[in-house]
């Protein structure tokens, strides 16, 4: 079992930046694929940024491509998000989550198999 805790949420201005951390306990995350996805108010899960077991290959949504970028540590068994160029339409609750599957980077949320609890992100214009 993986518990995860999202972090570094907030209140930012358009334009902005912010940092979100995923903090995992109870096994090591260097087996997992690790994903971010957010979710606005009336609208369902979306996929975000996905990062492979070893760090070495990362994927975005289109939405967020040169503005975000996932990283992790696997030594600190915690994940990050690095938002840059924060937009109004960038706000949401966003989640960390994690597949066992470490030979995927998948884009759909029924593919992850541990999820945290959200932290909220509000861009205001």
């Known amino acids: 079992q993986v518990q995860l805790v999202e972090s570094g949420g907030g209140l930012v201005q358009a334009g902005g930046s912010l940092r979100l951390s995923c903090a995992a306990s109870?096994?090591?995350?260097?087996?997992?694929?690790m994903g971010w996805f957010r979710q606005a108010p009336g609208k369902e899960r979306e996929f975000v940024a996905a990062?492979?077991?070893?760090?070495?290959?990362?994927n975005y949504a289109d939405s967020v491509n040169g503005r975000f970028t996932i990283s992790r540590d696997n030594a600190k068994n915690t994940v990050y998000l690095q938002m840059n160029r924060l937009k109004p339409e960038d706000t949401a609750v966003y989640y960390c989550?994690?597949?066992?599957?470490?030979?995927?980077?998948?884009?759909?949320?029924?593919?992850?198999?541990?999820w945290g609890q959200g932290t909220q992100v509000f861009v205001s214009s």
């Open positions: 989550a994690a597949d066992r599957n470490m030979y995927r980077m998948a884009t759909e949320s029924r593919r992850y198999d541990y």
């Open positions: 109870g096994r090591t995350l260097s087996s997992y694929t």
């Open positions: 990062i492979n077991w070893s760090g070495s290959s990362t």
